[in-house]
């Protein structure tokens, strides 16, 4: 990746990133390949160290940052480039997009997920909040949603991952999209794993995942009502995950709560913590939302992590 720098080669930069580079390595001096854009006054090769990644507020072994380093050696020009995107990051204040995927309607209008309206709204109210950008994308067909998620993965700007789902279930691992086709939970996480996408490796991915898991209702008392579910059995093989959280509505073979007025019960109880205690680990988060979804006779919500799963803020 040096070298790249050193000759003033960005779009090598973005192809070396791609390949798995390690796009923040040191020389000796501890001079990251973005410290020696900087000092060689070279902004089209800083501009594509940012854009996959590379750590702006890194130091070297005399305590500078980039930016302190365009500073010293005089380079205006980068100096005030890197000075603007620092101070775009901090007033976004943002560890990474939330994604909501909301699957509302369906061939079979007798399908159609009443009430999930408000999910999207409670959503965009709750993660506005907590400065995320919010992206609702609602009744996707597969393979609009195959698209947007092969997006997400080119995403070299991205420092963490929030996919929300919303659908009907047909196995434990599989929902639906709004044109009636499957989606495999396993293969979809497969698309974020270290090798299949090297710009998310060791950043945190979430999946917050309210669909059916089967075909049984949890034994509560006064629950809402909600529509029924098909089985569909899947036996997927697949790349085991690293730095990623699934939390599930409920738990294997049980359906998840939807009031038809008011929406999901998991993303009722998830935006009123979230609302109530935006500065909570996710850890803590989610035994809050069991306690609550308990409490108001809800389904059971499940935590699927694969570690190494450091704490996470939103």
Known sequence: MHYAVWWNQPRCVEQLAKLGAYIDARDLKQITPIMLAVRENMTECVKALVAVGSDVLATDDKGRTPLD?????????????????IKKISQKGSKGPVHVFNYVDFPDPRNKRHGSESDSKNIMDTFKNLNHDVHIHTNCTLIETQAKFEELKKNWTLNALIIIILSHGTDRYSFQTSDGSIMDLHKLRQM????????????PKIFLANFCRGTFPEYVQDAPSYPGATLISTKPKYEVPHNLVTIHASTEGIKAV???????????????????????????????????MKEIHGTTPMWEGFPPTEDFYF
């Not at 993303?267 to 009123?272: A, D, E, R, T, V």
């Open 258 to 292: 939807r009031h038809v007025h008011h929406g999901s019960i998991f993303i009722i109880c998830l935006c009123k913590i979230l609302k109530e205690n935006p500065k909570w680990e996710l850890k803590i988060i989610f035994n809050e939302l069991h306690r609550l």
């Open 192 to 203: 974020f794993g270290d090798k299949a996408c090297p710009s998310l490796k060791g950043k």
């Open 69 to 85: 380093i365009a500073r010293f050696e005089g380079r205006r020009r980068v100096g005030i480039w890197l000075q603007d995107h």
